[in-house]
């Protein structure tokens, strides 16, 4: 859902969010919205049922370390990304929780618990009292 209006006004006014460097901690990822940016940013084809193999080695080269994974369950990508994406979770032995329905609220609970930011793209967390903050999801970069 989204506060209307935000994600416009932070990125009109960068100086309001400066540049964070973050390292050796947890992070809790809001994985729908990854799964989504993943998917789409990489111009795979949703008209033919999915690219799932270049979908999966996406999802591996993105990989996340030490990060809990959650998100609501429901959108429109080709029928089986989602299930790709928990099974290469799995391999990768990255820690997935999922629920069913607005995810938010617990997402926001482990990260109070972990002391850690949560990587989204969704603006309600600024609702949220999350100790470690929130880390958009759009200018975040992995370094390598």
Request: charged content about 20%.
């Amino acid at each position: 859902m989204g506060v209307k209006g935000l994600s416009s006004l932070l990125e009109d006014n960068r100086r309001i969010s400066p540049d964070i460097h973050f390292r050796d901690s947890k992070l809790v990822v809001d994985g729908n919205n990854l799964i989504y940016l993943l998917y789409f940013s990489s111009k795979l084809d949703q008209n033919h049922g999915g690219e799932y193999l270049a979908f999966q080695v996406e999802v591996q080269v993105q990989k996340t370390h030490d990060a809990a994974l959650t998100g609501e369950m429901m959108g429109i990508l080709p029928p089986l990304t989602k299930l790709v994406f928990q099974q290469t979770l799995n391999d990768l032995k990255v820690p997935l929780v999922m629920c069913f329905g607005e995810a938010d609220g617990q997402l926001a609970a482990l990260a109070k618990e972990w002391r850690c930011p949560v990587l989204s793209r969704d603006t309600d967390f600024y609702i949220f009292d999350l100790p470690g903050g929130l880390l958009h999801l759009d200018y975040f970069q992995c370094a390598t």
